[in-house]
């Protein structure tokens, strides 16, 4: 039903379309659950998977042909960080998101992690339920200039 692929950091198309999807994702959000954290312009969406690619493995997931789904990837140590798990709205709830950590938790395996990690913005209950109905649980926080994000994990 679903694929995933990752991205080269210089495929233009699939990192474009990458951004895409956060910015679909952000405007559901704020529509949504009136979270505005990733609410930005093409422009800024843009500039920030840019950036991404230079340091994080960059996934979109497909359902059929179609891009739906997007998130990031970083080893670090025996850790595994994913970042910006986002789905195209009209592809929510359709157990994609199931999908895509079980994707991110293969990846971790294969790079010899012992856990997964990843950081919620404390305001996103639907986010935080989401990992914790699935084996995460909150370890710390990090205070950022506008927000507060909570530090997630699972031991795999």
């Keep these: 039903m679903?694929?995933?692929?990752k991205?080269?950091?210089?495929?233009?198309?699939?990192?474009?379309?990458?951004?895409?999807?956060?910015?679909?994702?952000?405007?559901?959000?704020?529509?949504?659950?009136?979270?505005h954290h990733w609410d930005n312009s093409?422009?800024?969406?843009?500039?920030?998977?840019?950036?991404?690619?230079?340091?994080?493995?960059?996934?979109?997931?497909?359902k059929e042909n179609a891009p739906v789904a997007t998130f990031q990837t970083k080893k670090q140590s025996k850790s595994f960080l994913f970042q910006k798990l986002a789905t195209a709205p009209e592809f929510a709830e359709g157990g994609i998101g199931t999908y895509c950590l079980t994707e991110i938790e293969?990846?971790?395996?294969?790079?010899?992690c012992t856990e997964v990690?990843?950081?919620?913005?404390?305001?996103?209950?639907?986010?935080?339920?989401?990992?914790?109905?699935r084996g995460y649980t909150v370890y710390g926080a990090t205070?950022?200039?506008?927000?507060?994000?909570?530090?997630?994990r699972k031991e795999i």
Excluded: P, Q
């Excluded at 293969?106 to 010899?112: F, G, M, V």
């Design 2 to 5: 679903y694929s995933i692929r």
């Design 7 to 35: 991205l080269n950091k210089f495929n233009i198309s699939g990192l474009k379309r990458a951004s895409d999807i956060l910015y679909e994702c952000g405007k559901d959000m704020a529509k949504r659950y009136d979270l």
């Design 42 to 62: 093409h422009i800024k969406n843009w500039a920030v998977i840019a950036l991404c690619a230079l340091k994080n493995d960059i996934y979109l997931v497909y």
């Design 106 to 112: 293969r990846l971790a395996k294969e790079n010899s």
């Design 117 to 133: 990690i990843c950081e919620v913005y404390d305001k996103a209950e639907h986010a935080k339920n989401f990992y914790e109905h």
């Design 143 to 152: 205070e950022t200039l506008k927000y507060k994000e909570l530090k997630m």
